[in-house]
């Protein structure tokens, strides 16, 4: 198999129209290619950009009715113009780099936490026709560079020089690397039914229904691991102690200020959008529509809905239920951390993994 069979970059979606104009502009097919890359680059950019105001604005809102409050209403219609307004607030803060910190690796780190997730964004398919790169072996590719963005955390605590940056970035080296493992293990075990890592050949295995329903004993308890994992890995409540913000003043990224402190912000939220959204490729059928038994009615309505529509609701419901559980449980302590992922999660992901295997071998799905 080619190179050009495993990465494929999907600019042959881009309407044939554009296409022909390239071509006329430019000639050289290669720089047509390199044209196309650009654009669903800057899309991507684009998409990462109105996603994370959006999930800001959606958080205070949550939050806002779980506590029995209204959250922002001022600026804009139902507060929808408030991170905005908070986003170009902090751009025009003033940049403070500390005297004594490791000026090119503090720059560095937003860079890094940014980057991973936004590259890793790229291989998620959408619809069968919608996804910007597609690799045969995507989901560990993903895996893998999602795994880049905790060294920018770790970049961003030691560089700083300041104990309490200091001691969140090694909370978060702790934690990360832990709960990676579950979750990487609890999307193995799905993998072993589909039989394949290219994230829209694991969408097509589950034409005959989602992996949860199908295979309940593995695909239910997969997913509640990886969602308990993933929530760790994106610091958020009741796992967020890498920021602790009643113990650390803010964590890894006290000393950043303006558009360097909106860049792991917004990382964070993308990176949120990331796990939803392979979850939902995963466990839970990815563009696929949704369909109940006899009722045809339904049914037909449900095949109305594009194949991007039912992915965002999918990605966006998962999305609610991380808000959900942020406010309300409580921050656990570092112990009950580390117990919960040695001494429970990680060996049940093992015992899920052992068990798919098992019913795979004897033919049994």
């Known amino acids: 198999m080619t190179m050009t069979d495993n990465w494929i970059w999907h600019t042959e979606r881009i309407p044939p129209a554009i296409t022909a104009l390239l071509t006329d502009l430019l ?15 800057a899309v991507l950019a684009g998409f990462t950009a109105v996603s994370a105001l959006a999930l800001v604005w959606i958080e205070r809102k949550v939050a806002a009715h779980v506590q029995q409050r209204l959250g922002p209403m001022r600026v804009g219609p139902h507060g929808l113009l408030q991170t905005l307004a908070d986003g170009l ?30 590259v890793a964004l790229a291989f998620i398919p959408w619809a069968p026709a919608l996804q910007v790169v597609n690799f045969n072996v995507g989901l560990i590719f993903v895996l893998g560079i999602g795994s880049v963005g905790v060294l920018g955390i770790l970049a961003a605590g030691w560089s700083s020089n300041n104990k309490w940056s200091l001691l ?24 072993v039914f589909a039989g394949s890592l290219d994230f829209r050949e694991i969408v097509e295995s589950q034409r005959g229904g989602w992996w949860i329903w199908r295979a309940p004993l593995v695909g239910f308890v997969a997913f509640v691991i990886y969602g308990i994992a993933s929530t760790a890995e994106c610091n958020r409540t009741p796992f967020d102690l890498v920021e602790g913000e009643s113990e650390l003043t803010a964590g890894f990224h006290t000393e950043y200020a303006s558009i360097r402190f909106a860049m792991f912000f917004l990382a964070e939220f993308v990176n949120i959008f990331l796990v939803c959204s392979i979850s939902a490729t995963v466990f839970l059928g990815g563009w696929m529509p949704f369909h109940i038994g006899n009722l045809t009615g339904f049914n037909r309505l449900a095949d109305l809905i594009p194949p991007w529509g039912w992915f965002l609701f999918k990605t966006m419901a998962l999305i609610f239920v991380f808000m959900w559980v942020r406010w309300t449980f409580p921050r656990l302590r570092v112990d009950q951390l580390m117990n919960l992922e040695w001494k429970f999660l990680l060996p049940l992901a093992f015992c899920t993994l052992a068990v798919a295997s098992v019913l795979v071998t004897f033919g049994w799905y």
Do not use: W
């Not at 050289?28 to 650009?38: F, G, I």
């Not at 025009?92 to 937003?110: C, G, M, Y």
């Open 89 to 118: 607030k902090l751009l025009s803060k003033e940049n403070i780099t500390p005297l004594e910190a490791d000026r090119f690796v503090f720059h560095l780190a937003p860079l890094l936490c940014f980057a991973a997730t936004f």
């Open 168 to 191: 969140g970035a090694m909370r978060a080296g702790a934690q990360i690397i832990s709960y990676e493992l579950s979750a990487t293990i609890a999307l193995i075990s799905i993998l």
């Open 27 to 41: 000639g050289n097919p290669l720089l047509v290619d390199l044209v196309k890359m650009a654009l669903s680059g």
